[in-house]
């Protein structure tokens, strides 16, 4: 497709379990962001990859958050041991590596932690 | 350290007035800068963007304003419409790509346009 993609859209999970999010950035973008919103609040960022650079993981919470990128292309969003507090949408985005230029968003996936 | 600030949680204007959101920043290394609607359930869109060379970008409806000398900008809308009434974020990054090329969000401004 021609946009981000994120799946699942939703996902319910019960404390203490892990959960993998998935994000499908727009094809040929170098930079993918992760950021997250709780209810009420603004975006949080989370952790930022830019071509074959080291990832910028200075907004991850907690050392259950990790993230990857494969091939420079899709990336995971592991949440390990899920607490209550994780609950939020989590919004992935990608970036061309041109001069300035937007980022796109994905739709997100409402995590829910019960 | 909050490097980029919407002091305003929300707006409330009447139909067809102007509505004026406004964003502060603290990092001078910051030279682009876009702003983002959102409606709830989706993800944020984009709106219009600005560089740090200009002091003014407009796109219809949609002006953008930055002042370098006292790290601000505005978003000005005009004239508002009830299906503006969203959410608006406002972002900074550097203008290449690197390490500098993270972008960072203000909290938002709810904004309601009023019939």
């Known amino acids: 497709g021609a946009g981000v993609s994120q799946s699942p859209s939703n996902k319910v999970t019960e404390k203490g379990k892990d959960v993998e999010l998935r994000c499908d950035p727009i094809s040929g973008h170098t930079a993918l962001y992760w950021y997250r919103q709780s209810l009420g609040q603004g975006l949080e960022f989370l952790i930022y990859?830019?071509?074959?650079?080291?990832?910028?993981k200075s907004g991850l919470p907690s050392d259950r958050f990790s993230a990857e990128r494969t091939g420079g292309s899709v990336s995971t969003l592991t949440i390990q041991r899920t607490q209550q507090e994780d609950s939020a949408v989590y919004l992935c985005?990608?970036?061309?590596?041109?001069?300035?230029?937007?980022?796109?968003f994905g739709q997100g996936t409402r995590l829910t932690v019960v | 350290d909050q490097q980029v600030k919407q002091n305003s949680p929300s707006l409330s204007v009447q139909e067809g007035r102007i509505s004026i959101l406004n964003c502060d920043y603290t990092?001078?290394?910051?030279?682009?800068f876009l702003w983002y609607k959102k409606y709830p359930a989706e993800g944020p869109t984009f709106l219009i963007s600005?560089?740090?060379?200009?002091d003014k970008n407009e796109d219809g409806r949609f002006t953008v304003f930055l002042n370098k000398s006292a790290k601000h900008l505005s978003l000005h809308i005009v004239p508002s419409q009830p299906g503006d009434s969203a959410v608006y974020f406002c972002a900074a990054s550097g203008l290449s790509g690197g390490s500098n090329y993270k972008l960072t969000f203000g909290k938002g401004t709810l904004l309601t346009v009023n019939p």
């Open positions: 600005i560089s740090s060379i200009k």
């Open positions: 985005a990608s970036r061309g590596g041109q001069v300035g230029g937007e980022a796109f």
């Open positions: 990859f830019q071509g074959n650079s080291a990832p910028d």
């Open positions: 990092n001078s290394m910051f030279d682009y």
